[in-house]
């Protein structure tokens, strides 16, 4: 009672002073759906749990599906309050709600989306129920070549992958809202391990399969592209953490580790595009390589005493032996 008190004395100095009365008030009136789903039912809904059964025995038949029942939705509009104007007449403020529900091939919810604007089920909410996922592609480094003459050798390790989440490489999000999936359409360890190879050639030192003076390889723990927004702009953001390690192939000496941490980021007050987030991406990795072409690592591993051909003293002949007198 009190909270309405002081909703409708708003609204009334609302009205006083701009001639327009805005009246908020709890959700009522179901104008659109089937049914309110509780925030109990919803409560209920788990991740990896919940089947496609229990979603139906408890909140009854979907207002839509998509793709063979892997997909159901659940929306249903109300009224959140009243707006009246001076010579504009008036009318109800209603607000959508969306509830997407995916399913994997057992019938087991996997990935559970909320969704809420104001406005009628006719507006631009129901263009975001259709999965909008989407693939980057990222470019291609040119093969440096090989290091002419003689020139330590490395042997280069397989990427180690570290990576939480080993399919997606981000997500579009809207008002913490997820909206869809970034997939890679090639493998980013791969890329990585391409990209490494190129930079070995560059500080000049010769790749050896087997044997090597050398050893190097890459641990990637970040590679993510993601969105936040206001009510003004996106911002794109990617992040590539990962850790250079390098050791003499002979020597007991500890390994060489360089971490790298890299964040790029780009506004737009239009739509994040595929093309920006791929842009994004590809920029920050160009960062890393960069960030890795300058380190000191190749002139430490250089400069190991491993590596270097050591210099012996000119071997002394042994004196002749005495002869007995």
Not at 240 to 251: F, K, R, W, Y
Request: aromatic letters at 6%; glycine letters at 6%; one cysteine or more.
């Amino acid at each position: 009672m009190k909270c309405r008190l002081v909703l409708l004395m708003g609204g009334l100095l609302l009205a006083v002073s701009s001639a327009c009365l805005v009246l908020p008030l709890p959700a009522y009136n179901l104008s659109g759906g089937r049914g309110m789903v509780r925030e109990v039912d919803q409560a209920a809904l788990v991740e990896g749990q919940t089947t496609r059964e229990e979603v139906l025995l408890r909140l009854g038949e979907p207002d839509d599906f998509q793709a063979s029942g892997s997909v159901f939705i659940y929306r249903w509009t109300v009224g959140r309050g009243v707006w009246a104007s001076a010579g504009a007449g008036g009318g109800v403020i209603e607000r959508t709600h969306l509830l997407r529900m995916e399913f994997d091939a057992s019938g087991h919810l996997v990935r559970l989306n909320r969704q809420a604007a104001f406005g009628s089920q006719s507006g631009p909410l129901l263009d975001r129920t259709q999965d909008q996922s989407f693939r980057v592609t990222l470019p291609t480094r040119a093969e440096a070549a090989a290091p002419a003459g003689a020139a330590p050798s490395i042997r280069l390790g397989p990427v180690e992958d570290l990576r939480l989440d080993k399919v997606r490489l981000g997500t579009r999000s809207a008002n913490q809202q997820q909206m869809a999936d970034v997939y890679p359409e090639q493998d980013p360890v791969s890329l990585l391990a391409s990209a490494l190879a190129n930079e070995v050639r560059v500080a000049a030192f010769r790749i050896a399969p087997d044997t090597a003076e050398a050893n190097l390889h890459l641990r990637l723990r970040k590679f993510w592209v993601h969105t936040t927004n206001t009510l003004l702009y996106w911002d794109v953001i990617a992040d590539i953490d990962c850790d250079l390690v390098g050791s003499p192939a002979q020597a007991e000496a500890p390994p060489l580790v360089r971490t790298f941490t890299v964040t790029r980021r780009k506004r737009t007050y239009l739509w994040p595009s595929v093309r920006l987030c791929t842009s994004v991406l590809s920029e920050a990795v160009d960062d890393l390589l960069t960030k890795i072409r300058v380190d000191a690592i190749w002139a430490e591993l250089r400069n190991r005493p491993a590596l270097k051909v050591p210099d012996y003293p000119p071997v002394k002949p042994a004196p002749a032996p005495r002869t007995a007198p």
